[in-house]
């Protein structure tokens, strides 16, 4: 039986693509969904707020558990605002997502060796936050800068500095300056003094090896430079971004609490003493201790007495010496 011949002309015809140009298609097609995805993703949340995080999920499969408790913006006390403000982000209500001076002399820091810093701000660690995890080096900070950049233009300041109060790791398993509050003190972040809002900021680069309830050590030292510079930003309106348009929490002062704070996940795994300052930690080795060691106690001597200690005993020589 004859081949019956196609009626489409040649030129019309669709040829079968190469193996390369299906994966550079490919590949296309997954950039193509990445961007729109992200941009349906942070949408969302800007009216709904994150039900978890990846960091959440790494805690909880470690065993540690993710203690939360969102508290509005409205209701947060706004010491808890410019605490964070003074220890992370001066110039979050004028920068547009990225600190290029606090970046530049990151690198500077980092190339002379030492400790490795970063100059990431309020809005990249909300993305990461958010959006993200911890590590992954510089293709994480990519992928961060991208969606820094979408929550700067689709959130605005206000919401920004909801979403990272409410998800930065305030304690191990504890997620958000209220449950934070709450984990410390005893009572919720809608009436804090600037002493504990100051200490909870002082917490939050190293969450893990940090606690606010330390009675001496760093976090305290820290915490109240940071209660000092509260009222600089209050001064010169750093956080007016935060409340423009609408109406600033009455400030509260904090509730008596007649019982001890309640035992949250993870409280037997914090350090009862706190590390030194390290802002916008991107990466960091085991700290190495550097209190002194204490010295040895003196060993008690005998009283002197009459009786002649007879001298060492010298080893005899051999018999073949030179």
């Not at 206000?158 to 790791?169: C, D, F, T």
């Not at 003190?185 to 504990?196: I, K, N, Q, R």
């Not at 100051?198 to 606690?211: D, E, H, S």
Request: glycine share 10%.
């Amino acid at each position: 039986m004859a081949k019956r011949k196609s009626t489409i002309p040649q030129y019309k015809r669709r040829r079968p693509r190469s193996w390369p140009r299906r994966i550079v298609g490919w590949i296309l097609k997954l950039i193509l969904a990445f961007f729109l995805g992200s941009i349906l993703w942070v949408l969302a949340y800007r009216f709904v707020n994150p039900p978890i995080t990846f960091n959440m999920i790494g805690d909880m499969l470690g065993g540690r558990g993710a203690h939360k408790a969102w508290m509005p913006i409205t209701r947060i006390d706004r010491d808890m605002v410019r605490a964070s403000i003074a220890a992370e982000d001066s110039k979050f209500c004028s920068h547009n997502g990225f600190d290029f001076e606090a970046i530049e002399d990151a690198m500077k820091r980092n190339a002379s060796g030492g400790r490795i810093r970063g100059g990431s701000t309020i809005s990249q660690q909300t993305a990461k936050n958010a959006f993200l995890w911890n590590g992954g080096g510089y293709a994480r900070k990519g992928v961060e800068a991208w969606f820094t950049f979408l929550i700067e233009h689709l959130w605005g300041k206000r919401r920004i500095m909801e979403v990272y109060l409410n998800l930065a790791e305030s304690g191990i398993g504890t997620y958000g300056v209220n449950a934070g509050a709450e984990r410390y003190f005893g009572h919720d972040a809608s009436g804090m003094s600037p002493t504990e809002a100051a200490r909870i900021a002082a917490v939050l680069p190293l969450p893990k090896q940090r606690g606010a309830i330390a009675p001496k050590g760093f976090t305290r030292r820290y915490g109240n430079t940071i209660a000092a510079r509260i009222g600089v930003v209050a001064r010169d309106g750093l956080d007016a971004c935060v409340y423009k348009g609408a109406t600033a929490p009455a400030n509260k002062a904090p509730p008596p609490v007649a019982k001890k704070p309640r035992p949250l996940p993870g409280e037997e795994y914090e350090s009862p003493k706190a590390l030194r300052p390290l802002e916008n930690v991107v990466n960091e080795l085991p700290p190495v201790s550097t209190e002194p060691l204490e010295p040895e106690p003196a060993r008690a001597i005998p009283p002197e007495s009459n009786e002649t200690v007879p001298p060492p005993e010298q080893p005899p020589e051999p018999s073949n010496s030179f």
